[in-house]
């Protein structure tokens, strides 16, 4: 029996802020994490500007689990501003959105987790403890998607003769609007040059680093930071 009592002092407790605007999904939710022992459901909210009053009127929550689109303020915005108050609670997102770049830039401004709405229970519970530890996480099903299109990239070139490459600031130049997507001819009008000039600048640099194509000339530069 003392054990018991012993093992319960023992918990960290995690506090957790629930913003999502709608009820049902909300209490839901809110009806799960009240089952796990760790976890207390301090706040509640519809929106991201209702959690930032909440933050204002002095409550102090370690994780916030938020809707990514809610009504006035969603929670990739609200993430950015919990960080540039400098709180400690960390926001973990859940959403259908499981495009690559969402997740990327939700990640890039503050997020700490993003779970598809989807998970499990579960995943979900582990996710809140793991974050709480202070790692960071995505749900399993994003994850081993980004994995299995690691697996298909091709192998990344060889670094070996790295130092010899050097560009110079016209080819960067094309080089960076060439990532950025534009076509030969508008290169040209950008940079007051002609065309053919542009296609030779690129053919220099595929030559100068091995690259079978523009694609692979991009992929190079990505991967050794001349662009980003």
């Known amino acids: 029996m003392n054990k018991s009592i012993n093992d319960k002092t023992q918990l960290v407790v995690i506090r957790i802020v629930l913003a999502e605007d709608h009820t049902i999904v909300r209490n839901g939710i809110k009806n799960l994490l009240e089952k796990v022992p760790n976890f207390e459901v301090i706040g509640e909210a519809t929106n991201g500007k209702e959690v930032l009053q909440l933050f204002d009127n002095g409550l102090e929550a370690d994780i916030v689990l938020a809707d990514m689109n809610m009504p006035v303020m969603g929670g990739l915005e609200l993430a950015q501003k919990l960080k540039e108050l400098g709180t400690k609670a960390k926001v973990v997102v859940l959403t259908m959105i499981d495009f690559e770049k969402y997740v990327f830039n939700a990640l890039k401004n503050g997020v700490t987790g993003y779970l598809l709405k989807n998970v499990g229970a579960d995943e979900l519970i582990f996710a809140i403890n793991h974050i709480h ?39 960067l130049e094309v080089l960076s609007l060439t990532a950025d997507g534009y076509t030969n001819q508008q290169i040209a009008d950008k940079l007051f040059t002609s065309k053919r000039t542009v296609e030779g600048h690129r053919q220099s640099m595929i030559n100068k680093t091995g690259a079978r194509n523009t694609i692979a000339l991009i992929r190079y530069a990505l991967l050794h930071g001349i662009i980003n």
């Not at 980004?146 to 010899?164: C, H, I, K, W, Y």
């Open 133 to 171: 530890a202070d790692g960071r996480y995505i749900c399993s099903e994003l994850a081993l998607r980004f994995m299995d299109r690691l697996t298909q990239m091709p192998e990344p070139l060889s670094t070996e003769d790295d130092g010899d490459v050097e560009f110079t600031r016209r080819e």
